[in-house]
């Protein structure tokens, strides 16, 4: 199994407080992904990474921003969060270097409150 | 337009009985991955079966298939002799290729219900 680690795991917060989410992967793999997954919308990509300082954005990338500046380390930060990033957070990663399939695995996910 | 498009919200099935989830999808890469994955009530993601844009054959997994119709751009999953452990959120994925880099995006999801 993929080593992807998700912190926090559950996050209350106020609206107009910054949060930062951190993903963490030992698998040294070169993609990495933030997803957010809301009722109706499944998943929809925010921002993603194809190497160290090297990242893109994602079809609903407003009102995020993303930093990797280890291969292990993906960090997506909400500036100033507001009540529609009220989501459930999803940090993937593809072995697509290793296996042609290029199959995501995810971490756990992150819930985020925002009040 | 929508690149996946899964048009059942919700479905319920007798245990045993055969499932086809729906999926259609849009690119113009000639060289794509189709996916589909599991989400339980427990929330993890877990990845059931993959199909190339050039495989030949259909892909199978145990009880999972995928009937790819590459001219009608659809990926439907076959789950043969459903068993309520079934019982999930199902999401069709489609995997492009563009200058080296490559994303995944995903249907809105099938809630798939067994019932005994």
């Known amino acids: 199994d993929a080593g992807i680690t998700q912190s926090p795991r559950h996050k209350v917060t106020e609206t107009g407080t910054p949060v930062t989410l951190r993903c963490h992967q030992t698998e040294n793999h070169r993609y990495m992904y933030w997803y957010r997954q809301d009722p109706g919308h499944g998943l929809r990509l925010i921002h993603y990474?194809?190497?160290?300082?090297?990242?893109d954005k994602g079809e609903v990338s407003d009102g995020y921003s993303v930093s990797r500046s280890k291969t292990e380390d993906f960090l997506l930060t909400l500036e100033s969060a507001t009540s529609s990033q009220t989501s459930v957070y999803f940090c993937a990663i593809s072995e697509s270097e290793t296996r042609d399939t290029g199959e995501l695995f995810f971490g756990e996910g992150s819930r985020l409150t925002v009040l | 337009a929508q690149k996946i498009t899964q048009t059942q919200p919700g479905m319920f099935v007798q245990e045993k009985e055969a499932v086809t989830l729906d999926c259609t999808y849009d690119?113009?890469?000639?060289?794509?991955?189709l996916f589909w994955y599991k989400q339980p009530s427990s929330g993890e993601m877990i990845f059931l079966i993959y199909q190339g844009s050039y495989d030949q054959q259909n892909a199978t997994e145990g009880r999972y298939s995928l009937n790819f119709q590459k001219a009608r751009k659809s990926a439907n999953l076959v789950i043969s002799a459903s068993q309520l452990g079934d019982s999930a959120m199902y999401f069709c994925a489609m995997r492009e290729r563009f200058f080296g880099n490559e994303k995944l995006t995903f249907g809105t999801g099938t809630r798939l219900t067994i019932i005994p």
């Open positions: 990474s194809y190497g160290v300082k090297d990242t």
């Open positions: 690119t113009s890469d000639p060289s794509y991955g």
